[in-house]
T-cell receptor
Framework: QQQVKQSPQSLIVQKGGISIINCAYE??????FPWYQQFPGKGPALLIA?????SEKKEGRFTISFNKSAKQFSLHIMDSQPGDSATYFC?????????????FGKGMKLTVNP | DAGVIQSPRHEVTEMGQEVTLRCKPI?????LFWYRQTMMRGLELLIY????????DSGMPEDRFSAKMPNASFSTLKIQPSEPRDSAVYFC?????????????FGPGTRLTVL
């Protein structure tokens, strides 16, 4: 059972463009939604995270948009750069009073062309 | 600061052999996670420990897999006997309880190839 569904599986954008990655979750008990970034040969690293009490969180060129009623959240990368080329994973968990387990999406490979 | 340390970085073995993967979490972190990453299944949690105690091993594929955490600074994941379908990248991650459940710090991974 895949509790977090991520799309698209891959994306190619030009430098300066906007990259958008979408995720949908099933478990309404989830209340913590991080995004991880993974470069080839490296482990995933936390990029940005959001809780459902806000609809948007921005850190630099990276923005998470959250739609609780639709059980969806997305990552927007503004002014995409070749250095952003990586695999991006969304994840979900219960932040309080629940398991520490993170459920990850399948990942999306982003390629930003110069 | 040293991050999560994993060894070996690459392991090539033959089917039926025992494989032991090692992890040193970030000093002071009290939760440790073992993940497996493959193209087909993505990133899967195998087991996690809290204060050296296994909390959830529901992701361990079968009895051939075992994990231990004898102290706060060391953990092992053992596969015996290994099979070609175990070929994957295995990650160890650690976190400090109370830092937010998503703040897991991953190691560089061990790429395992079973021939």
């Amino acid at each position: 059972q895949q509790q977090v569904k991520q799309s698209p599986q891959s994306l190619i954008v030009q430098k300066g463009g906007i990259s958008i990655i979408n995720c949908a979750y099933e478990n309404t008990a989830f209340d913590y939604f991080p995004w991880y970034q993974q470069f080839p040969g490296k482990g995933p690293a936390l990029l940005i995270a959001i809780r459902p009490d806000v609809s948007e969180k921005k850190e630099g060129r990276f923005t998470i948009s959250f739609n609780k009623s639709a059980k969806q959240f997305s990552l927007h990368i503004m002014d995409s750069q070749p250095g952003d080329s990586a695999t991006y994973f969304c994840a979900a968990s219960k932040a309080q009073g629940g398991s520490e387990k993170l459920v990850f999406g399948k990942g999306m490979k982003l390629t930003v062309n110069p | 600061d040293a991050g999560v340390i994993q060894s070996p970085r690459h392991e090539v073995t033959e089917m039926g052999q025992e494989v032991t993967l090692r992890c040193k979490p970030i000093s002071g972190h009290n939760s440790l996670f073992w993940y497996r990453q493959t193209m087909m299944r993505g990133l899967e949690l195998l087991i996690y420990f809290n204060n050296n105690v296994p909390i959830d091993d529901s992701g361990m594929p079968e009895d051939r897999f075992s994990a231990k955490m004898p102290n706060a600074s060391f953990s092992t994941l053992k596969i015996q006997p290994s099979e070609p379908r175990d070929s994957a990248v295995y990650f160890c991650a650690s976190r400090l309880s109370g830092a937010g459940v998503g703040t897991q710090y991953f190691g560089p991974g061990t790429r395992l190839t079973v021939l």
